[in-house]
């Protein structure tokens, strides 16, 4: 890098440095032939014709333009959005460099907050609102309790101590204690885990058994259900004892007692489902031994 610089202020390294003196026209075209002689590899066979005072208007218009292309607004005007001239002296974003390291005061477009943040932040960096990405919590506008009312019901108030859903926002990577609202039990997980898409309101253990449920929920409900594999032993299910539950409801490998209505003697009785898993119709205890009895114990 080649500078020219007035004589007399600070050392500056790493750079050619062509010296002038202050508000010489001698010095400034002397300056800007040694600077020519820089940048031509095999030097100038003739003097340029310079004149820094003939030509001074097109240096400061070669200036202005080189500035505003190199602008916050022409280089990056999709942030143009959450610039607001206002709040910065009136200073318009073609006077601002695009990759400066001075701070700006910016105003979101989408929740209104303002922020100060320098240019390059935004233009190299990538940065946005802090309210927005979650970085800084606004109670009323981005804070858990606001934006997820739901997930806040669940807050441990006594394990999270002083902490409360409005002050931390969806996005928080901590763990904090939630109470889990089928079974009561206090448990430890992440924020975003509850409030990212298709979470599970539960903790570990209910959403185990939530799943198994839903499998098994979607296994009897792809043609799988007592009604559909075994419609004899469908026949005898009691129609009241049994609640809301129905032949449809389960399949065969149903784990838990189910009342039935006897096949010989028509009394109720309860038994799993599996155990007719073989068998050609449902009896009662009575009923089973009367008929182990009454076979022969060998054939002739």
């Known amino acids: 890098m080649i500078r020219i610089r007035e004589e007399g202020l600070p050392k500056v390294n790493d750079c050619i440095i062509i010296p002038v003196k202050k508000q010489n026209i001698q010095s400034m075209n002397e300056a800007l032939t040694k600077l020519f002689s820089y940048i031509t590899s095999d030097g100038i066979p003739e003097t340029p014709d310079i004149d820094f005072e003939r030509d001074l208007q097109f240096f400061i218009s070669q200036k202005y333009l080189s500035k505003k292309i190199n602008s916050l607004a022409s280089r990056f005007p999709e942030l143009l959005v959450d610039y607001d001239p206002s709040l910065n002296d009136?200073?318009?974003p073609y006077n601002i460099a695009a990759f400066s390291n001075n701070p700006v005061n910016w105003?979101?477009?989408?929740?209104?907050?303002?922020?100060?943040a320098i240019v390059s932040s935004r233009t190299l960096g990538g940065n946005g609102c802090a309210v927005c990405s979650g970085h800084r919590v606004v109670s009323g506008k981005n804070d858990l309790e606001y934006k997820r009312p739901d997930v806040a019901k669940l807050w441990d108030y006594e394990?999270?101590?002083?902490?409360?859903?409005?002050?931390?926002?969806?996005?928080?990577?901590?763990?904090?204690?939630?109470?889990?609202?089928?079974?009561?039990?206090?448990?430890?997980?992440v924020t975003y885990s509850l409030t990212r898409p298709g979470s599970s309101l539960r903790c570990e253990k209910c959403s185990k058994k939530y799943a198994g449920a839903n499998r098994r929920k979607n296994y009897v409900e792809s043609g799988h259900s007592i009604e559909d594999t075994h419609p004899w032993v469908a026949k005898q299910w009691h129609p009241t004892k049994n609640g809301e539950l129905k032949p449809r409801d389960i399949s065969i490998g149903y784990d838990k007692p189910i009342y039935w209505i006897c096949c010989d003697c028509g009394e109720t009785f309860e038994s799993i489902p599996y155990v007719v898993k073989k068998k050609k119709s449902m009896t009662c205890k009575s009923c089973s031994t009367k008929r182990a009895h009454s076979r022969p114990n060998s054939k002739l």
Do not use: M, V
């Open 90 to 92: 009136n200073l318009s």
């Open 107 to 116: 105003r979101c477009n989408i929740c209104h907050s303002i922020w100060s």
């Open 159 to 189: 394990k999270n101590k002083s902490l409360t859903p409005r002050d931390i926002t969806c996005g928080n990577p901590d763990k904090h204690w939630w109470k889990c609202p089928f079974c009561g039990e206090s448990w430890e997980a």
